[in-house]
Structure formats: C-alpha cells, structure tokens
C-alpha cells in the first residue's frame, strides 16, 4: 500500500507540475489531536478509547491548474506528543516516527492579490512500524481528509500558508512479520482527526 500510494503521488507531480498555472513548495509543521474509539479482534475481541496528539513536519506542494482549482501533496514524517489508550496514558519515549502522505483537491478563492481562502480534501495514508525481538508490527491506515486555511503572498515568489486539517480513518490494517511470514488481525478505529498547520512556499 505504502509503495502504491507513494508511486502514485511522484507519478501526479511530475504530471500536474507540466500543466500548472501556479506552483507551491516548501516546508511546513502541523499538529493533530485524535479521538475516538479502536476495536477489533487479537485472540479476544477488545475495545477501547484513545486520545493522542502529535506534531508533523515535511514538504508539501500545490499546484493550481487555473484560478481556482488544483491539487496539494503532502510527504512528512510525525512524532506523537501524547497518547491516551483506555484512560491510560501511554509511555511515548520509544515511539517510532509515522510517515504520513497526502493528496488533496483543493479550490481557492482570491479575495485580492495578497490574501486567497484554500479549501479541499482528499486521501491521505499513513504508516507506522516498530520491531521488538525479531518481530516487527506495521498499521497501515488510510483516512478521508479535509483542509481550510488562508494563502498570503509575502513577496513575489514566496506565500505563507495556514489553516486547519481534519481527517477520519476509513481503513486501518496492522501487520506482524517474522522470520516465518505475515499475519494480521481485525482491527476497526473510529475517530477524528483536527490540527492547525503552518507552511512557508516558494512560488515558481
């Protein structure tokens, strides 16, 4: 799935980039606040709240095929800040980071030459893996996204853009591997997903 969306994401750039009449890139940070419920099934059914924030960082783009419409990706790496599983709150000085990738349409609506309101949505995928004793565990998880935020041109070719990301999960598949194979079990997460975010661009 990683490799799939991964390649698919290169693919649309390369191709969008062509035929855009405005182009973004840049870094930005973001913070997320999830809550929910997750449950499912590993030897016995189980289900449990959870509460966690993290904060984002990476490279995102836009590329606007007219005044108003386009498309955003996003490639970026996550470290959680907090983590609250069944009101208990969870040791996170050993989690690892979580990949994180999105594609958006996206439609912008320019009050003036400075100032132009984003908004869209879209997917994005995410990725996290951890090992321990020869075992190594990996959640896919594929949420349904949306974005609403401000783009201000600072200069000619740099804008400054900010707003707010909400996103829920429509997929989420966890996988054990070893040295003898593959396996996965039931797993169902309920949530949703809000944050604000900040990104510096250059225009070319």
């Known amino acids: 799935m990683k490799k799939l969306f991964f390649v698919c994401l290169i693919l649309v750039i390369s191709i969008t980039s062509v035929f855009a009449l405005d182009s973004y890139i840049g870094g930005y940070v973001d913070y997320m606040f999830e809550t929910g419920q997750r449950k499912g099934t590993f030897l016995l059914p189980f289900e449990y709240s959870i509460s966690k924030s993290s904060i984002g960082f990476g490279v995102t783009g836009t590329e606007y095929f007219t005044d ?39 439609y912008r609506y320019k009050f003036s030459k400075i100032f132009a309101l984003e908004a869209g949505g879209g997917l994005s995928y995410s990725m996290t893996t951890d090992a321990d004793s020869g075992l190594s565990y990996t959640v896919h998880t594929l949420d349904i996204d949306l974005k609403v935020g401000m783009l201000a041109t600072i200069k000619k070719d740099f804008a400054l853009s900010a707003g707010v990301n909400m996103a829920t999960p429509v997929l989420t598949k966890p996988i054990f591997s070893s040295d003898t194979g593959k396996a996965t079990y039931d797993l169902s997460v309920t949530s949703f997903k809000i944050g604000p975010y900040v990104a510096l661009l250059y225009k070319f």
């Not at 108003?68 to 470290?79: D, E, N």
């Not at 907090?82 to 979580?98: C, G, Y």
Request: net charge negative; glycine share 6%; hydrophobic share 45%.
């Open 68 to 106: 108003s419409f386009g498309l955003s990706y996003k490639v970026c790496g996550a470290m959680l800040v907090s983590n609250t599983e069944a009101d208990i709150k969870q040791d996170i000085s050993k989690e690892p980071l979580v990949f994180n990738t999105a594609l958006d349409f996206l």
